[in-house]
Each structure stands twice: as structure tokens, then as C-alpha cells.
């Protein structure tokens, strides 16, 4: 969704853009032109190996309109801070794994290839998804995979896994994917795994809490006018980007760009089935919000 992404932020020379989620550096790619002469973009993300493509896919852009940082987003004003700025003009967040991610068997978070149970998007974090599975009570994994997937077999998942591990630590995606796959009745349109993986993914690297403190520091960071916008690929984040929004404008704090998230087209779904769920939902910040 890049198009729709860039008619929501408008970016313009000389502002400093926040890509919150600078992943292949799809979305910067598009800014960067944009904000040409005098602008800077700040290019953030988790995973290392990320911020590490990014730098070299923009290692042809003018040095200085260019910054990046291996961080969360949470850590934004912090971020923003040490490399001297105090406000921004806009901020992007692109929620979720990215394609390569999933594509990559040895980061563990697709069950359709056999890689470690990993999952973390910032690698130097020491828990993995496999602690999570091997050492979690299963009343504690049956809320998390019900809460977390949507899954209505959460309990019989969690038994499952239980007589699984007692064999032996589950430490592979393919591993857990077969438990799962046994655990769940019938076959439905997605993967029996689908649900359980998000909810280990979204809890191991606390997804949720992330987002919530992203979009806080987001708005404080942001100048009168600047603009704030939001991707997420499942309901559990839209709903928080909705809510906190709403929150924003009943406060006075923001302005909604969008009444409702703009969805990608049908041109887009088909060239990337990926990214069909997509949301993007928009805000600017208000003289004196924040």
C-alpha cells in the first residue's frame, strides 16, 4: 500500500519522516524523493538484519537525509533524541513480520518450512518461541493462543503440546506445526498452525505493548500538523490503532485522516496475496495535541 501510504503522510522537503519499521526499505524508498532537498528520514527497526538491507538498498541516497537505528519503536523519542532531533513531521508504522522473515526458515516464524521455534524479531533478545512452548503451564498457553489466535481449539492445542514436550523439547516450526495440525479437528481455510504461531510471535515480542507505547511516543514526538500513519495486518493491532485515534480526537490531540482503513486493491491483493489483510489508518496531530 505504498501509494495510499504516501498520499496519507505527504511527505515534502525538507521534513523529517519516522519510518517506525524500516524493514526492505520499501516505504523509504518512496519517501526519500519526497523530502528531497533538505529533509531526513529516520529508518528504525528491531531486526538487525533489516536495518542492515535498508542501509544498503539507500546506500546511493545522499548520506545525511538518512539515519537509521537497530531499536524498537517504543524507544522513539529516545531514538529521535540522540540523533538530534526533537520533533518530527511524520511517522510510519508497518505492523507485523515482514515477507523475509517468514521466507527465512532459520528465523522460525513460518510453520511451512523446518527452522528453529525462534521468532524473535530482535535477535538479541534471549527468549525464543521455544521457551515459550516448553516452558509455559498450558492454562497459560491455552490464553495465549485463544486470546493472541483467535483460536477456538486453544485448549486442546495446549494439552497437545503438553504430551508432545513431555517426550521431548519442541524445538522446530515443523515440529509444532504437526502438533497443532493433530490437536485441531477437520481443516479449515487457513493452516491449523496459522492461528497458533501469531499468538506466539505477537507475545514473545510483545507486539502489542510495543504498538501501544509506539503510538504514545509517536504523538508526543510529532509537531503540530504532522501526520501519523498506521499498517496493520490483523484485528488485534487495528483495533488498538482505531481506539487509540478515536481517543486522540475526542481529547483534541489529533484530526482523523481516515474515517475507516483504507484496504489495498484488487490490483495489489493479486500481485501480493500477502498483503490482503492490510489496514492503514491515518491521523495529524493538532495545534497543542499531545
Known sequence: MVR???ACLDPRPGQ??????VGEGGHAAAILPRIFPGGTLIGIDRDEEAVARARERMMNFNGNRIVFAHDSFSQLPRVAAGLGFSQ???????LGASTRQFLDPARGFSFRQ????????DRREETTAADLVNRLPPPELERIIGEFGGERWAK???????????????GTTDRLAAVVARAVP????????????????????RELEELERGLAAALSLLRPG???CVIAFH???????????RAWKREGAAELLTARPLRPSREEERANPRGRSARLRAAVKAAGGG
Do not use: Y
Open 4 to 6: 495510499e501510504t504516501i
Open 226 to 228: 504532522g501526520r501519523i
Open 186 to 205: 477437520g481443516r479449515g481455510r487457513i493452516h491449523p498452525a496459522t492461528r497458533t504461531f501469531q499468538a506466539l510471535r505477537i507475545v514473545l515480542n
Open 235 to 245: 484485528s488485534l493491532e487495528d483495533r488498538i490503532v482505531k481506539q487509540v485515534f
Open 114 to 121: 523446518a527452522g528453529p521455534l525462534d521468532m524473535r524479531m
Open 88 to 94: 518530527v513531521d511524520g511517522v510510519l508504522f508497518d
Open 16 to 21: 523529517v519522516i519516522v519510518d517506525c519499521t
Open 156 to 170: 486442546r492445542i495446549a494439552r497437545a503440546i503438553q504430551r508432545e514436550r513431555g517426550r521431548s523439547p519442541i
